[in-house]
C-alpha cells in the first residue's frame, strides 16, 4: 500500500514534469518564427522565372469587397502540366504570407489537368484587419524537383464595406451576449456561489474550505500531501495557470495583430466571449446535475484553468507534428494519430496532480472533473479557431464556425477527458492506491473518441462522398453524439445510485 502510494506521487511528478516540458517546447515553436521572422517574399527570389509559365493580370486591380476574402480569377500560363507538378497561389502583403491555396484542387483527377498548358485559378484574397491593404499575389510551380515563379500581381483593396458589414453584425451580437451573461450566465453563477457558500463540505483539516484557505493554504500542522492539494485549489496556484494562459493569449494576440485596428481588437475580444460562452454553461449544467455532493467551486475554477493551459502544453508539440507530416502532404496523419494521445494526455495531467484529493473520490467526480478540464481546453481551442474569422472568412462563417465547434460539438472535448477521469475515479472507489496511473488506460480510451471524431479529413480524402457519408452519417452520431449521450446516462446513473451511505468519504475511513 504505501508503495503504491508513493508510486502514485512520483508518477504525478512526472507527469506534471512533462506538462512543464511541453510549455516550455511550446514556448519555443510559438514564439521563435517571430523573433526570426523576415521578409516571407525573400524565398520567392530563389525560384526560377520561365518565359511559357506566366501569371496573367487582372481587372481592376483596386478593389473594394464587402466580404472577405475577395475572390480573384486569374489565368495562368504554363508548361504542359505532368501529374506530379503542384501548382499553388500565394498572397503577399507587406512581406507577410497571408494565405496559400491550390490551383489544382478543384480537379478531381489528375487526368484532368495533365498536359494542359492554360487553365484558371481561383486565388482567394483575405481581409487582415486593415482598412486599406496592398497584395501581391503569385503562382509557384513546382514542377521536376525545381520551383517556377510567376506574377505579381499587385492589388490595393479598400475593405471599408466590410468592415462596416462587421461592425452592423457586432451591434446585433453585442446584445446578444450581454443578454446571455445578463440573463442566464450571472444568475447561475451567482446561484452556484450561494449554493457552494452554504453547502456543508467534509473536511480532512479544520477550515479546509474557508475564505482563509484561500489566502493562506500552506500550514505545517497537515501533512505534505493535504498542503499540497490546498495549493493546488487555492489563488497562487490559479496565479500560475493564469500566467501560463497569459503567455498564450499574448501569442494569439500577435498572431493576429490586435492593434491593427479596432476591428481586429473588436473581433479579438468577441471571438473570446463566444468560445467562453457554451463550454462555462456546460460547466455549469454538470455541477448543478451532481446534486447529491455538489464539489467546491475552487476544484472546478483549478480544473478548467488547467484545462485552458493544456492547450498552450499541446500546441507546440502538434504543430512540430503538423508540420513535419504536412511536408510529406500527410497533415491528416498528425490530426488524426498524434493531436488526439497528446491532448489527451495534457489534459489528463490536471487529473493526476487531483488524484489523491479526497474530494476525488468516484467515477461521477472523475467525470465531471474531466469533463471541466476538456471544456477549459475546448474554450481556447475554439477561440484559437475563430481568430481566422472573420480575417480571411466571412462574417456568416465566424457565425457559423461558432455553431459547428461551440454547439454543435461543444461537449466533445469535455467527453473524451471525462472517460480519463472515470477511470481514474472508478480506480479510487475500489481504494487502488496509485489512481493517477489511471491516465495509463484512460488517456487511450479518450484518444480512441477523439480521433474518432477527427478522422473526417482522413476519410474524405481517401474515400470521397464516400467518406463524407460515413464520417456524418456512422462516426458523428456513434462517437461523438452517441459518446456524449452515453456519458451523460452513466452520470446520471452513479449520481443516482447509494453512495457513500456514512457520510464520509472512502479516502478518510481508509486512513483513519
Known sequence: MALLNLVNRIFTAFILLMAISAIGISLVTLFLPYLLEDDATIELEAMERSTDFSLA????????????????????????????????????????????SDCLTDFESPEEYVGSSSLGCVIFVPYNYAHAQDYEVYVVLDSGGKEFLAGPIALSADWSLYEENFWGFSSTLVII????????LLPLTALAAYLTAHTKHISIFPDEYSL????????????????FNAFILSPYFWFLEAAGIAIMLLYMSVAV?????????V?????????????????????????????PLRILVTLFLWGVLAGLMAIGLNSIAGALFGLAGLGFISTFMLAPPLEEFYKGCGLCLLSEHHEYDSIEDGILFGFVIGMGFSFIENWIYMLSNP?????????????????????????????TGAVIGWLVERCFPAPALGLIIGVPIAAFFHAMHNSGEMLISFLGIGGVLLYCCLLIPLFDYGGVVGLLVLFAYVILRKKKASGIPRRQKSRG
Not at 483596386?62 to 506530379?84: C, G, K, M, R, W
Open 212 to 227: 482563509s484557505s484561500l489566502a493562506i493554504p500552506l500550514s505545517g500542522t497537515r501533512t505534505l500531501l493535504q498542503n
Open 391 to 419: 480575417m480571411g472568412t466571412s462574417i456568416l462563417g465566424w457565425l457559423g464556425l461558432f455553431m459547428l465547434r461551440a454547439v454543435m460539438f461543444s461537449a466533445n472535448h469535455g467527453f473524451y477527458t471525462a472517460l
Open 257 to 265: 495583430e490586435i492593434w491593427k485596428s479596432e476591428t481586429a481588437f
Open 57 to 100: 493580370e487582372v481587372s481592376p486591380t483596386a478593389i473594394q469587397p464587402d466580404d472577405s476574402p475577395y475572390v480573384l480569377n486569374t489565368s495562368i500560363s504554363s508548361p504542359p502540366l505532368a501529374e506530379t507538378d503542384t501548382l499553388n497561389a500565394r498572397v503577399y502583403s507587406g512581406g507577410k504570407l497571408l494565405l496559400e
Open 177 to 184: 451576449l450581454i443578454g446571455v451573461f445578463v440573463l442566464i
Open 267 to 295: 473581433a479579438f475580444i468577441f471571438s473570446g466571449l463566444m468560445a467562453f460562452t457554451i463550454p462555462y454553461l456546460w460547466c455549469l449544467i454538470l455541477w448543478y446535475a451532481d446534486f447529491r455532493e455538489r464539489e
